[in-house]
C-alpha cells in the first residue's frame, strides 16, 4: 500500500497526532487495566451469527475514554469506534477505535490483546498505535516516520525480519475457525498453515505486532472490521511488511487480511490462498 507523500499531512503534524493517538492508548489502558484479571468481570455477548462475541464493561470504559479526550482535543475530528459507534467531522481525519482487541484473551487473563488507535486521513491509513498496558508496550508509526516499540521508558525502531520461503516461517491466525464461515477460506488456510514451519493461534493484534517486531513472519486472517486493522497497516508497513487483502490489494477497511514482514513470503502467501479461496 503505498501513497505519494504530496497527498499526505505536513510530517510535523502527523507526528503530533501520533503522540495524542499514544496518549489516548495510555487513557484507554488506564481505563480497562482495573478489569484485567478481576475477580468479577461482566461478560456479555453481542453475538449475530450465532457465535460467542463477547464485550465488557472494560471495552466501553476504554473507548469513553478515547473519545473524551477526543473531543476535548480534536473537535472537529470524526470518530468510529467498536463500541459507540461513528461520529461525523469536518477535518478529513478519522480516529478509528479498538478499546480492546483481542476481548477473548482479555476475559481468559491472557495479555495478547492490545488497545488500537488508528488515525486514516481522508480515508487511507496515515498513523497507528497498539497499545499493551499490562504489559506497557507501545507499538507506533505514522507514514514517513518509520515504526517504534517504546517500552519500560525505552525506544527501539521496528523492524521485520527476513523470511523467503513458506517452509521458514512462523505464522499467527487468531482462530482456524473464523474461515469457516466462508466457502474456499479454510481449505486456503489449511492448505497454507501445512506449508509453514510453525502457526500458532490467538494473538490478535499482538500477532502483527510481533511481525512488525521481527519475531515472527506472517499473520493470516478473515472476516475482520475497519476497526481492526486501521492501527496495524502504518505499524507494519514503517516496519518493513506488506499488508494487504487475499488478493493483494487494500485492506483499510477490513475483510480478508495477509500480513507479512517480507515481501517474498507475502507473494507466496497471497498465490497459496487465491488458488483455493476464489
Given at each position: ?12 503534524e ?11 492508548a495510555?487513557a484507554a ?20 451469527r ?13 473507548e ?13 475530528d470524526?470518530?468510529?469506534?467498536e ?8 477535518s478529513?481525519y478519522e ?6 482487541d483481542?476481548?477473548?484473551?482479555f ?8 488497545i488500537?488507535?488508528?488515525?486514516y ?11 499493551q ?22 525506544g ?5 525480519r ?5 517452509g ?33 493461534y ?10 512488525a ?9 478473515s ?8 492501527a ?10 506488506v499488508?494487504?487483502d ?6 483499510s ?25 476464489f
Amino acid at each position: 500500500m503505498s501513497f505519494d507523500p504530496a497527498d499526505l499531512p505536513p510530517a510535523p503534524e502527523l507526528a503530533a497526532l501520533l503522540g495524542l493517538a499514544e496518549r489516548l492508548a495510555e487513557a484507554a489502558g488506564a481505563a480497562v487495566l482495573p478489569s484485567f484479571r478481576a475477580e468479577a468481570l461482566e461478560v456479555e455477548d453481542k453475538r449475530l451469527r450465532g457465535v460467542f462475541d463477547p464485550v465488557t464493561e472494560a471495552d466501553k470504559a476504554g473507548e469513553r475514554a478515547i473519545r473524551a479526550l477526543l473531543e476535548a482535543e480534536r473537535p472537529e475530528d470524526s470518530i468510529w469506534g467498536e463500541e459507540y459507534g461513528r461520529k461525523a467531522g469536518t477535518s478529513g481525519y478519522e480516529w478509528i477505535l479498538d478499546p480492546i482487541d483481542g476481548t477473548r484473551a482479555f476475559i481468559c487473563g491472557l495479555a495478547h490483546w492490545g488497545i488500537l488507535i488508528g488515525l486514516y486521513w481522508r480515508g487511507r491509513p496515515v498513523a497507528g498505535v497498539i497499545g499493551q498496558p499490562y504489559l506497557g508496550e507501545v507499538f507506533s508509526a505514522r507514514l514517513g516516520g518509520g515504526a517504534f516499540l517504546s517500552r519500560g521508558g525505552e525506544g527501539r525502531a521496528l523492524r521485520t525480519r527476513p523470511c523467503a520461503a513458506l517452509g521458514e516461517a512462523v505464522m499467527f491466525t487468531t482462530d482456524p475457525r473464523i474461515f469457516d464461515a466462508v466457502a474456499g477460506e479454510r481449505a486456503a488456510y489449511d492448505a497454507l498453515e501445512r506449508s509453514v514451519r510453525l502457526a500458532r493461534y490467538g494473538a490478535d493484534c499482538y500477532g502483527y505486532a510481533m511481525v512488525a517486531a521481527g519475531q515472527a513472519d506472517l499473520v493470516v486472517e478473515s472476516g475482520l472490521s475497519t476497526y481492526d486493522v486501521a492501527a496495524l497497516i502504518p505499524i507494519l508497513t514503517e516496519a518493513g511488511g506488506v499488508i494487504t487483502d487475499w488478493r493483494g490489494g487494500d485492506c483499510s477497511q477490513g475483510g480478508r487480511v495477509v500480513a507479512a514482514g517480507d515481501a517474498r513470503l507475502h507473494a507466496l502467501a497471497v498465490a497459496e490462498l487465491s488458488r483455493l479461496a476464489f
